[in-house]
């Protein structure tokens, strides 16, 4: 087996959006089936998209890549893409959001969703918008990252009995948060674009 199949690639979603790193394997099989075409950062800056037979007709032509830029098969030299673009639905469903302490620092970026400052996570609360003892539930769009003041002044009142507004109104998050990726960039630098545009979504695009 050839270790350059296991390298990675970036998968965007019919959005541009990156949704999922997948295995050069993968992604050839993906690429193979027309399900995916391979993106490229052209010198100018824009984007280019490749189907199958046109990556193969590329991978040819590319005399230049270098020896570990390469897979080959039996019939085929092929050049390693780095970046996917699915083409159809969504081969890898988004994986549910999980509902998890950590997950709600995420989403709410370690910031008080009451006054709107960062905070270190040891000085942030979770805080029942509806409180549980009036029946509030535990759950996405009811649980929001509340530092210590805000929540002692709101104690057990709804925000508006308190007086309080939130910064915005808490949502599941639609993607899983990028950071294992954030981990990655410096692994291929044509990634950097769609992880930045990644992190924009986490912060503005849940559902
Ligand atoms: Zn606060």
New binding site residues.
């Given amino acids: 087996m050839n270790a350059a199949l296991q390298n990675s690639v970036l998968v965007l979603n019919r959005l541009w959006q990156a949704v999922h790193v997948c295995t050069v394997e993968r992604a050839l099989t993906l690429l193979c089936s027309g399900h995916a075409q391979v993106v490229v950062a052209m010198n100018d800056g824009e984007y280019r998209t490749f189907s199958f037979r046109e990556w193969c007709d590329f991978s040819g032509a590319a005399a230049g890549a270098a020896e570990q830029e390469i897979v080959r098969t039996i019939s085929l030299r092929i050049r390693i893409p780095r970046i996917i673009l699915l083409l159809f639905f969504d081969r890898f469903p988004n994986k549910d959001v999980k509902f998890t302490r950590h997950n709600i620092f995420e989403r709410d970026r370690n910031t ?6 960062k ?1 270190d996570r040891k000085d942030l609360n979770i805080d029942h918008i509806t409180p549980r003892m009036r029946g509030g539930l535990t759950n996405w769009t009811n649980v929001v990252c ?6 002692r002044r709101k104690g057990s009142r709804s925000p508006e009995e308190a007086g309080m507004r939130l910064i915005r109104k808490p949502k599941k998050p639609r993607w899983r948060p990028f950071v294992e990726l954030q981990f990655a960039v410096a692994t291929d630098h044509s990634w950097r674009h769609f992880l930045d545009l990644a992190y924009w979504n986490v912060e503005l695009g849940t559902e």
């Fill in positions: 008080c969703q009451y006054c709107g400052k905070f509340s530092c210590i003041a805000c929540n």
